[in-house]
């Protein structure tokens, strides 16, 4: 059974950084792109970037580059994405989602988010 | 970047109604196109992709159309389950990019 299993919920200060993870079973790691997404409280779904497991590259939206990393640790199967510095503004559900490198595919599953909160 | 166009942003309905919602993106995506259903404390489900194609375990009901720029989603004999957020993607090219959504509610 395909799994993308979040790190769990977290509450933090503007100024400190963060990384959540995404664990990855069920399936061969490296046949799938793992991408973020963000939901703002209440609001539609962004997507921020991804990672191709084969070599580590990664794209990312221009709205989130240089504000946040995505990583992955391909022996443990688990993507990361970290902040080095919150804002406020980053308080969200954030979302790991896979999709196909040998196909021109979307998402097609989930994490089941990771709520996260900036605050002072 | 590639943006994406929703409408409407909501939609009241019954039970047993068709529905259909619209996206329409800002250059063609040769039906690079998908829809995703969002129900509330839950992550989005994907409901179709390349524009018209069932994901498996999706409801018949749901169908999926258009080409170039401009695409659709019906729900014909909407059921409760169905009320939810509806959103598009594109994943023709990076960044690929969300509409801003479609909040279906019973009437």
């Known amino acids: 059974e395909v799994q993308l299993v979040q790190s769990g919920a977290e509450v933090k200060k503007p100024g400190e950084s963060l990384s959540i993870s995404c664990q990855a079973s069920g399936y061969t790691f490296t046949n799938y792109y793992i991408s973020w997404v963000r939901q703002l409280p209440g609001k539609g779904l962004e997507w921020m970037g991804r990672?191709?497991?084969?070599?580590?590259?990664?794209h990312y939206s221009p709205s989130f580059r240089g504000h946040v990393t995505i990583s992955i640790a391909k022996s443990i199967s688990t993507a990361y994405l970290q902040w080095n510095f919150l804002r406020t503004s980053d308080t969200a559900m954030y979302y790991c989602?896979?999709?196909?490198?040998?196909?021109?595919?979307?998402?097609?599953?989930w994490g089941q988010g990771a709520p996260v909160t900036v605050s002072s | 970047d590639i943006h994406m166009t929703q409408s409407p942003s909501s939609l009241s309905a019954s039970v047993g109604d068709r529905v259909t919602i619209t996206c329409r993106a800002s250059?063609?995506?040769?039906?690079?196109l998908a829809w995703y259903q969002q129900t509330p404390g839950k992550a989005p489900k994907l409901l179709l992709y390349?524009?018209?194609s069932l994901e498996s375990g999706v409801p018949s009901r749901f169908s999926g159309s258009g080409s170039g720029t401009d695409y659709t989603v019906t729900i014909t004999s909407l059921q409760p389950e169905d009320f939810a957020t509806y959103y598009c993607q594109q994943y023709y090219s990076l960044p690929y990019t969300f509409g801003q959504g479609t909040k279906l509610e019973i009437k």
């Open positions: 250059q063609g995506i040769s039906d690079s």
């Open positions: 390349a524009a018209s």
């Open positions: 990672i191709d497991p084969r070599d580590s590259y990664t």
């Open positions: 989602v896979r999709h196909s490198v040998l196909e021109k595919l979307p998402a097609d599953y």
